[in-house]
Structure formats: structure tokens, C-alpha cells
């Protein structure tokens, strides 16, 4: 704590004893947790504002980490030094490679979890982090100065002053939950929506914000589901997990590693309760004014918009090793209460199920993210950062990958240092963020493979090749953790050199291990020993593998090396921020409108706004040249 000195409105200077921090995070959820440690592991002295501390990392909808391009997502917050992954390893009661059957580039972890223990685990990293404080209160509006932010105050009329404010507020701006034709105030069940916050930054900071929606499912006890009819899902054995350093596991952990899941298709009957219930459905009511994800549609919305289809596959997933709860995947509704009962039994062997926790629907504010920079900086607002579902995204580790970077990002503002953005060719964390302040979000962004240009580059299994190096450079992972990947790294490196040369039984080792696809086989095709690993040491096993995939994709991965080579030199094109596209003649109105609303920050961006025409790229770097040879005949003169 610190004196700072106030103007009050009676004109008169007073003290008071106010704390002050670097970086005030306001959220804690799975992005407010990691944006507050990855700024206290960079030296920021870090403040972590929750609601309630108890639902710190609370996982309010499904219980798991992970999953198609989210998988990839969780390792790159590893590789850059942060918790998901090795809390999700702690709590993980089942896990599975998904795509395992399809090219490697595409495989996605993903982990079922015990929610009460990561929660408690990754509330405990936090408290065990350097530099963090956590506190058990409401933000309700900004602290401003001289037209700068300097701080917060909350419901209860503390002042918090920083340097960085970042905003990770999930679902909770303005919140609105929709159990049929019935609704009311929550950030989510159980919890208080952030009111005067969401009015803070329309009112205060005059931001543009929207309206989004999302849904989950109802939750069933155990004792009255007949598992007996219904089809097992196992867990998987793999050789690796969410982290790259598994020696640093979070605790607390759970003890059961492989409970099933289930598995069970709705009917015919089921659809029909929702088609006789529209009337009471709040979409189809005109009650919810936010958009819903198309990529996770509610289930009135599969039932009515994809008719042809008589059943749909829901899974149920337990929500802990020692709870009676099972969470249903696939039967989003905001269907009343009773509703959701009779279409639950309809299903075979939940004819006696009794529902624990209702399905409901949210709707909430959210800030149209063409407002941020790619270092998630807030443009009129240098010092205040957003991530999460904030700035239009839906899941958890969309949400914690943005944390880190906005953590990072408000850290080095607060130090004076320039930001780090990931770019599309080093990272989905930098895909995600250069579609969401380029593209325009009128849904929840949700992250997909597809997404990616470079997906082979992109890969799972690489995430610590290709980010590791830069977030020890950039103060985020430990030199311990940093001295551990150098000896993989180089470990690769060795025994790829000699599975290029070493041949066995005519052929090289690198030949051998190409024609599998990336795939290795229980036993290996030649004798490690050739390449100086030992498969049953773990690490040994994971370089093999590495060097089977790398081999597999490598013409691919050239090409890819020359596209990115282009996209290099348009990032190296640098477009002012105060650029004036009114003085372009030959520009479309929509592009123009486009360039001016996004304003991006290098031709490389510019190039992925939806309306802009190669021909209109050109135009713009002509202008750029323009602009170039002006300003270095005036800094001449």
C-alpha cells in the first residue's frame, strides 16, 4: 500500500491508504486466471478481482479441457508457460486423442475432469504464484484521470489503482439466464451479473457493445440412470498429456484416471416435445437478444433445423470422481423445467432419470473485438486489455489463451515494454486473435482447425517447438521448465540427423518412419538403439514420434515455409494507426468503411478483411510507399 492523493469534489486534496498494482485483473475465470499469473510471472505486481472466490476456474459448462483445435490450444498455453494444462492433467478422470485415425496435424487431446478439482487446483497455482493477489470482490466502474484509466473501484467502494486494468468477464456483463418464458439477473446459476460494469463501459469508456448467447445442458444423478442401457465410452492410454512437464503437477490431483463416459441417441419422441413446445421456448419467443454459436446449437435448434435427422448422439460425462453428477452433452435447451424433464425420459435408460440442475440459456454483453488491438489493447484505451468471452468467444480455453496473452501484454505495458503478438503462422492462440480484430463477430467465435492456414505446422505435438523459446524470452516460462525443453529440442535434433543417415535393412530410418504416416506402432520398425533412444524412456518415445511425423508432412512443410515466407513481407508492411484511407481514390465504400472500422495494423491484416480486393491491397501499398518516401523527406528536412 501506498498513499495517493485524491481530488475530491469539494476541492479539497486528501490522502487516503489505497493499494496499487501494476495490473488489476478483473475476472476469474479460466481467462482472468491465466492473464493474472502470466503478468505475475513477468514481474507485474498483479491483483485477481472474483465475484466469489470459491467458483475461482469454475467450469460452468462441460466438465472437460480440450477437444478439436481447443486441444491445441491448451498445449500452447503450456509451451508459453501457463496453468491449463498441467491443472487439467491434475484433474483429468478420463482422457482420448481425438482425430487419432486422421492425419496428425488434426489429433486433439482432450481430457474429462473432475470440475471441483480443477477448480481447487488451479485456485491453489494462483495463490502459490509470486506477485498475485487474489480478492473477493465486485469491479463496478473505472478509476479515470486526465482522460486515462487508472484503476478500478467495486460495489463495496474500494479503489484499486494500476497501471493495466484487464477485463475478463465472461458471461457476466449484464447477465440474463432463461429457463423457459421464465428469466432472470446471473452471470451464471448460482452467481450475480455485473451490472454497472457493463454500463461502465458503455457510459464511461463509450465502447460499442452487442449481445451473445449461450446454453448448457441439464445435469442427472447417477442413482437414477440405468447405465446398463447404454453403450460405454473407455478412456484412452497415451503416451502424452495436456503439459510438456508433467514432473510439475498441479495438486490437488485426482486418483481415478479412467471413469467412462456414456453414450445414448434421442428419438423421435424427444423431438416432438420440442416441436409441441416452441411456444414456450424463449429463441423461438423473441425473449433472448443474443446470438447463439452455430457450431454449438442449442437442441430446439438441431430438432428444427435439421429435420432430416431422427436422432442425435448425447454423451453423458461424469462430472467428478466422487459426485453423483452426470453432465449430458448434446441437449443444450432453455426449454422450461418440466419440459426438460419429459424429454429426458424419453431416452432409454433414463426413464427414471431425475434431473439435478436445470438446462438454461445466458445472454450477456460481450465488446465488438474490432475495438482491440492484436495485443488485445483496448485502441481508444491504451492501458485497459479484454479477454475471453468479452470480446466474442465461446469455451474455456479460447477464453485462458487470450488471458495469457492480454496478461503478458498488460505486464510489458505496464514496464514500458513494446507488446508481443503471435502471429497465424506461429500459434491457433494467434489465429483466434487475428480473426476475432479483423473479421467481424456477430456469433460466438468458437476455434477450429480449419481456421488455420499453417495447420501442419500447427500442430499439437509441436506447440513447445514453436513457442517455448519465445515465452522464456518474454519472462513467462521458468528457466527450469526452459532447461528441460532444450534437452527434448536438442534430443530431436540428434536423432533426426541419424534417422537421416543410419539406414537399416536398405532403407534410412527417416525413409522408414515416412512411410508410416506418422503413426508409430507398438513396436518400433527398427532398433531405437540405431537413433540413441531408449522407448522405454518416455521423452525417447515422444522425439520418435516427432521425427515420424516431421518426416511424414515435410514436403508439405516446405510449402508451407514459402507461404509463410509471403505472409512475412506483408507483415512487414506497418500501417499507421492514424492512416487516412479517405485520401485513397479507387477504393470501394466498403472497404473503405471496413479499413477505417478495423484499422489494422500491417498489410498482412488488411489482406484478411472480409470486402477487400487484391486490387484494392495493391492500391493501399502504393499509398503505404506514398506515405514511406513523405515521411523520410520530412525527418530529412
Given at each position: 500500500?501506498?498513499?495517493?492523493?485524491?481530488?475530491?469534489?469539494?476541492?479539497?486534496?486528501?490522502?487516503?491508504?489505497?493499494?496499487?498494482?501494476?495490473?488489476v485483473v478483473?475476472?476469474g475465470?479460466?481467462?482472468?486466471?491465466?492473464?493474472?499469473?502470466?503478468?505475475?510471472?513477468?514481474?507485474?505486481?498483479?491483483?485477481?478481482?472474483?465475484?466469489n472466490?470459491?467458483?475461482?476456474?469454475?467450469?460452468?459448462?462441460?466438465?472437460?479441457?480440450?477437444?478439436?483445435?481447443?486441444?491445441?490450444?491448451?498445449?500452447?498455453?503450456?509451451?508459453?508457460?501457463?496453468?491449463?494444462?498441467s491443472?487439467?492433467?491434475?484433474?483429468?478422470?478420463?482422457f482420448?486423442?481425438?482425430?487419432?485415425t486422421?492425419g496428425p496435424?488434426?489429433?486433439?487431446?482432450?481430457?474429462?475432469?473432475?470440475?471441483?478439482?480443477?477448480?481447487?487446483?488451479?485456485?491453489f497455482?494462483?495463490?502459490?504464484?509470486?506477485?498475485?493477489?487474489?480478492?473477493?470482490?465486485?469491479?463496478?466502474?473505472?478509476?479515470?484521470?486526465?482522460?486515462?484509466i487508472?484503476?478500478?473501484?467495486?460495489?463495496?467502494?474500494?479503489r484499486?489503482?494500476?497501471?493495466?486494468?484487464?477485463?475478463?468477464?465472461?458471461?457476466?456483463?449484464?447477465?440474463?439466464?432463461?429457463?423457459?418464458?421464465?428469466?432472470m439477473?446471473?452471470?451464471r446459476?448460482g452467481?450475480?451479473?455485473?451490472?454497472?460494469?457493463?454500463g461502465?463501459?458503455?457510459?464511461?469508456l463509450?465502447?460499442r457493445?452487442?449481445?451473445?448467447k449461450?446454453?448448457?445442458?441439464?445435469?442427472?444423478?447417477?442413482?437414477?440412470?440405468?447405465f446398463?442401457?447404454?453403450?460405454?465410452?473407455?478412456?484412452?492410454?497415451?503416451?502424452?498429456?495436456?503439459?510438456?512437464?508433467?514432473?510439475?503437477r498441479?495438486?490437488?490431483?485426482?486418483?481415478?484416471?479412467?471413469l467412462?463416459?456414456?453414450?445414448?441417441?434421442?428419438?423421435?419422441?424427444?423431438?416432438?416435445?420440442?416441436?409441441?413446445?416452441?411456444?414456450?421456448?424463449?429463441?423461438?419467443?423473441?425473449?433472448i437478444?443474443?446470438?447463439g454459436?452455430?457450431?454449438c446449437?442449442?437442441?430446439?435448434?438441431?430438432?428444427?433445423?435439421?429435420?432430416q435427422h431422427e436422432?442425435?448422439l448425447?454423451?453423458?460425462?461424469?462430472?467428478?470422481?466422487?459426485?453423483?453428477?452426470?453432465?449430458?452433452?448434446?441437449i443444450?435447451?432453455?426449454?422450461?423445467?418440466?419440459?426438460q424433464?419429459?424429454?429426458?425420459?424419453?431416452?432409454?435408460?433414463?426413464?427414471?432419470?431425475?434431473?439435478?440442475?436445470?438446462?438454461?440459456?445466458?445472454?450477456?454483453?460481450?465488446?465488438?473485438p474490432?475495438?482491440?488491438?492484436r495485443?488485445?489493447?483496448?485502441?481508444?484505451?491504451?492501458n485497459?486489455?479484454?479477454?475471453?468471452?468479452?470480446?466474442?468467444?465461446?469455451?474455456?480455453?479460447?477464453?485462458?489463451?487470450?488471458?495469457?496473452?492480454?496478461?503478458?501484454?498488460?505486464?510489458?505495458?505496464?514496464?514500458?515494454?513494446?507488446?508481443?503478438?503471435?502471429?497465424?503462422d506461429?500459434?491457433?492462440?494467434?489465429?483466434?486473435?487475428?480473426?476475432?480484430?479483423?473479421?467481424?463477430?456477430?456469433?460466438?467465435?468458437?476455434?477450429?482447425?480449419s481456421?488455420a492456414?499453417?495447420?501442419?505446422?500447427?500442430?499439437?505435438?509441436?506447440?513447445?517447438?514453436?513457442?517455448?523459446?519465445?515465452?522464456?524470452?518474454?519472462?513467462?516460462l521458468?528457466e527450469?521448465?526452459f532447461?528441460?525443453?532444450?534437452?527434448?529440442?536438442?534430443l530431436?535434433?540428434?536423432?533426426?540427423?541419424?534417422?537421416?543417415?543410419?539406414?537399416?535393412?536398405?532403407?534410412?530410418?527417416?525413409?522408414?518412419?515416412?512411410?508410416?504416416?506418422?503413426?508409430?506402432?507398438?513396436?518400433?520398425?527398427?532398433?531405437?538403439?540405431?537413433?540413441?533412444l531408449?522407448?522405454?524412456v518416455?521423452?525417447?518415445?515422444?522425439?520418435?514420434?516427432?521425427?515420424?511425423i516431421?518426416?511424414?508432412?515435410?514436403?508439405?512443410l516446405?510449402?508451407?515455409?514459402?507461404?509463410?515466407?509471403?505472409?512475412?513481407?506483408?507483415?512487414?508492411?506497418?500501417?499507421?494507426?492514424?492512416?487516412?484511407?479517405?485520401?485513397?481514390?479507387g477504393?470501394?465504400?466498403?472497404?473503405?468503411?471496413?479499413?477505417?472500422?478495423?484499422?489494422?495494423?500491417?498489410?498482412?491484416?488488411?489482406?484478411?478483411?472480409?470486402?477487400?480486393?487484391?486490387s484494392?491491397?495493391?492500391?493501399?501499398?502504393?499509398?503505404?510507399?506514398?506515405?514511406r518516401?513523405?515521411?523520410n523527406r520530412?525527418?530529412?528536412e
Open positions: 500500500m501506498q498513499p495517493i492523493f485524491q481530488f475530491f469534489p469539494t476541492g479539497i486534496f486528501m490522502m487516503e491508504i489505497l493499494e496499487y498494482y501494476d495490473v478483473v475476472g475465470g479460466h481467462a482472468g486466471c491465466e492473464a493474472a499469473l502470466a503478468s505475475a510471472r513477468t514481474g507485474a505486481s498483479t491483483l485477481l478481482l472474483s465475484i472466490l470459491d467458483h475461482i476456474a469454475q467450469m460452468s459448462c462441460n466438465p472437460a479441457i480440450g477437444g478439436i483445435a481447443k486441444g491445441h490450444v491448451v498445449r500452447e498455453i503450456d509451451a508459453l508457460g501457463g496453468a491449463m494444462g491443472v487439467t492433467d491434475a484433474a483429468s478422470i478420463q482420448r486423442m481425438l482425430n487419432a486422421k496435424a488434426v489429433w486433439s487431446p482432450r481430457a474429462q475432469c473432475d470440475k471441483v478439482c480443477y477448480q481447487r487446483a488451479m485456485k497455482t494462483l495463490e502459490r504464484q509470486p506477485n498475485l493477489h487474489i480478492h473477493q470482490d465486485m469491479a463496478a466502474c473505472f478509476l479515470i484521470h486526465d482522460g486515462a487508472i484503476g478500478v473501484e467495486t460495489i463495496l467502494g474500494e484499486f489503482h494500476s497501471k493495466c486494468v484487464i477485463l475478463a468477464t465472461g458471461t457476466f456483463l449484464s447477465g440474463k439466464l432463461h429457463y423457459g418464458l421464465r428469466n439477473p446471473g452471470g446459476a452467481d450475480p451479473p455485473s451490472v454497472d460494469l457493463s461502465a463501459l458503455r457510459e464511461q463509450k465502447l457493445l452487442g449481445r451473445l449461450t446454453g448448457t445442458p441439464p445435469r442427472l444423478q447417477a442413482k437414477s440412470i440405468d446398463s442401457s447404454l453403450a460405454k465410452q473407455h478412456s484412452e492410454e497415451f503416451d502424452e498429456y495436456f503439459s510438456f512437464f508433467p514432473e510439475d498441479a495438486e490437488p490431483h485426482a486418483i481415478r484416471k479412467q467412462p463416459c456414456y453414450m445414448v441417441y434421442t428419438n423421435e419422441k424427444t423431438a416432438q416435445l420440442v416441436r409441441d413446445n416452441l411456444d414456450r421456448a424463449p429463441m423461438y419467443q423473441g425473449k437478444e443474443g446470438i454459436t452455430r457450431y446449437p442449442s437442441f430446439e435448434d438441431k430438432v428444427i433445423r435439421f429435420p436422432k442425435h448425447l454423451y453423458l460425462e461424469p462430472e467428478g470422481e466422487f459426485t453423483g453428477e452426470y453432465y449430458v452433452n448434446g443444450s435447451t432453455s426449454l422450461p423445467p418440466e419440459v424433464v419429459r424429454m429426458i425420459r424419453s431416452l432409454p435408460g433414463l426413464e427414471k432419470a431425475e434431473i439435478s440442475r436445470y438446462a438454461y440459456a445466458i445472454e450477456y454483453d460481450f465488446v465488438f474490432d475495438q482491440i488491438e495485443s488485445l489493447r483496448v485502441k481508444n484505451w491504451p485497459l486489455f479484454l479477454a475471453g468471452q468479452i470480446n466474442g468467444t465461446s469455451g474455456y480455453e479460447e477464453a485462458a489463451g487470450q488471458g495469457l496473452v492480454a496478461g503478458l501484454n498488460a505486464a510489458r505495458h505496464a514496464a514500458e515494454k513494446a507488446p508481443i503478438e503471435l502471429g497465424r506461429s500459434s491457433y492462440i494467434g489465429v483466434m486473435i487475428d480473426d476475432l480484430v479483423t473479421k467481424e463477430i456477430i456469433e460466438p467465435y468458437r476455434l477450429f482447425t481456421r492456414e499453417y495447420r501442419l505446422r500447427l500442430r499439437q505435438d509441436n506447440a513447445d517447438i514453436r513457442l517455448c523459446k519465445i515465452a522464456h524470452e518474454a519472462g513467462l521458468p527450469h521448465k532447461r528441460q525443453f532444450q534437452k527434448y529440442a536438442a530431436c535434433e540428434r536423432s533426426a540427423c541419424l534417422a537421416a543417415s543410419i539406414k537399416h535393412e536398405g532403407k534410412t530410418c527417416k525413409d522408414i518412419l515416412r512411410d508410416l504416416q506418422g503413426l508409430l506402432p507398438k513396436q518400433s520398425p527398427f532398433p531405437a538403439e540405431l537413433l540413441e531408449d522407448l522405454q518416455p521423452l525417447h518415445k515422444r522425439v520418435l514420434r516427432q521425427i515420424a516431421n518426416a511424414h508432412y515435410e514436403g508439405y516446405k510449402r508451407e515455409e514459402a507461404s509463410i515466407s509471403q505472409l512475412h513481407k506483408l507483415e512487414e508492411w506497418d500501417i499507421p494507426a492514424d492512416f487516412d484511407y479517405d485520401k485513397i481514390n477504393l470501394r465504400n466498403e472497404a473503405r468503411m471496413k479499413l477505417k472500422r478495423v484499422r489494422p495494423s500491417s498489410l498482412a491484416q488488411a489482406s484478411r478483411i472480409d470486402g477487400v480486393t487484391p484494392e491491397l495493391s492500391l493501399l501499398q502504393v499509398h503505404l510507399t506514398r506515405h518516401h513523405e515521411k520530412h525527418a530529412d
